[in-house]
């Protein structure tokens, strides 16, 4: 089927009281990995890609190799542009074929951020694009975007209310304590505020640094309201992993195919596992 918005994923999930697992991905393997992990667990899915991936590859490659693939696939598939905060960018991704972006204004201060956030709204509201924003700033590395641990601020639940009021904003990542990034210790959620925020806010939440967290943890977060997880550091340790070991054992290995096919296998295997965590099996 056609490339849809994750907007109607989203809300399904929330509904529901599961979560959309959103996959990084950055070369064409990787795409192919978590599609075919969707497609044989019968679970909705979101293939994104960073600002980073979309210069190395190209809006338009990333979008028809998604469009072929969701084509081929009987499971609805979003293509989402991860944190962008320029508009340009966005609308290039929009205009090649992204069904979902994400404008990341959580730099900004809070009526900047509306601005910014309703202007990207205004724009994907004709073409039925999903838009994604961030209150609050999650910690960690995400491509170039490098935010210091002490500079993470927690979203306020009154403020999600009224951003999301004001924006019509259709799904929203509140930093509640998540990291971009693998956890040095465990991470230090706040499900309070989860669930505080998810009281005041009807929109499907977002679950940014989606990487090493514990089992209990990513299912409490579901509970409470979360309605799609990114997954990115994580994946891409595992194919890079795969890859490595093809060449430990044989460093004169030339065939991409010969390393490229165990790095897809244990990336599919990878995602699978999240799909499970995130309860979206099945919910196609
Ligand atoms: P991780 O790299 O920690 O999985 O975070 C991914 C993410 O939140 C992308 O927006």
Redesign the pocket.
């Known amino acids: 089927m056609a490339l849809v918005s994750s907007t109607p994923l989203l809300r399904k999930a929330r509904a529901e009281g599961y979560c959309v697992g959103a996959f990084?991905v950055h070369t064409l393997e990787m795409l192919q990995a978590v599609v075919e992990a969707a497609e044989e667990t019968k679970s909705p899915l979101i293939i994104?890609s960073t600002v980073g991936t979309v210069k190395h590859l190209g809006a338009d490659y990333i979008a028809a190799a998604a469009t072929v693939a969701s084509n081929r696939s009987s499971v609805p598939i979003a293509l989402h542009l991860?944190?962008c905060s320029d508009f340009g960018i966005i609308m290039q991704c929009i205009r090649a074929g992204y069904t979902s972006v994400m404008i990341d204004a959580s730099h900004d201060p809070f009526d900047k951020n509306v601005a910014a956030t309703r202007k990207v709204v205004e724009a994907a509201a004709a073409v039925g694009v999903n838009v994604e924003a961030e209150l609050g700033r999650?910690g960690?590395v995400?491509d170039d975007i490098v935010v210091d641990e002490r500079d993470a601020l927690l979203a306020d639940p009154d403020e999600c209310a009224k951003f999301v009021e004001l924006t019509g904003v259709h799904t929203l990542a509140p930093a509640i304590g998540t990291?971009?990034?693998i956890y040095k210790g465990d991470p230090n959620i706040d499900f309070d505020r989860i669930g505080r925020i998810a009281s005041k806010v009807s929109i499907p939440l977002v679950l940014?640094?989606?990487?090493?967290i514990p089992e209990n943890q990513v299912r409490k977060a579901v509970s409470l309201g979360m309605s799609k997880m990114?997954?990115?550091?994580?994946l891409r340790i595992v194919f890079s992993d795969a890859i490595k070991e093809v060449f430990a054992a044989n460093p004169e290995e030339n065939d991409p195919r010969k390393y490229m096919v165990p790095a897809k296998l244990a990336l599919k295997a990878a995602a699978i596992e999240k799909m499970r965590l995130c309860g979206s099996i099945g919910k196609a």
Do not use: R
């Open positions: 990084n994104q991860d944190h999650v960690g995400e990291a971009h990034g940014h640094g989606g990487s090493g990114n997954v990115a550091t994580e």
